[in-house]
């Protein structure tokens, strides 16, 4: 069963950092993958992107705070998070680019407050 489960996320206060990990069962490889979240009330958007060549793009609300990197001989991808603000509180997802509805998992609550 092909499946991507997300960890890592939690409680943080504004300035601090977390890193998040995206397991997925492998067979990747050859897509882009991606970091998506989802605030309340929201709908949910792709924030980082990376290539299977390892190219990394970003959305404006986190280039330069956030990394993302993926490992595909540990089929990991996973999203280092820097200079967290209130605003960054969500629910993150790692998924292929484009999503893919049947690969959406529970998701990792980061919540960002003081």
């Known amino acids: 069963q092909v499946q991507l489960v997300e960890s890592g996320g939690g409680l943080v206060q504004p300035g601090g950092s977390l890193k998040l990990s995206c397991v997925t069962s492998g067979g990747f490889s050859r897509n882009t993958m991606a970091w998506y979240r989802q605030g309340t009330g929201n709908r949910r958007t792709v924030i980082a992107t990376?290539?299977?060549?390892?190219?990394?793009d970003y959305d404006e609300d986190v280039r330069g705070r956030f990394t993302i990197s993926r490992d595909d001989a540990k089929n990991t991808v996973s999203l280092e998070m820097n200079d967290l603000k209130p605003e960054d509180t969500a629910v993150y997802f790692c998924n292929v680019r484009p999503p893919l509805r049947e690969l959406w998992g529970q998701g990792a609550q980061v919540t960002v407050t003081s």
């Open positions: 990376v290539s299977h060549t390892g190219y990394a």
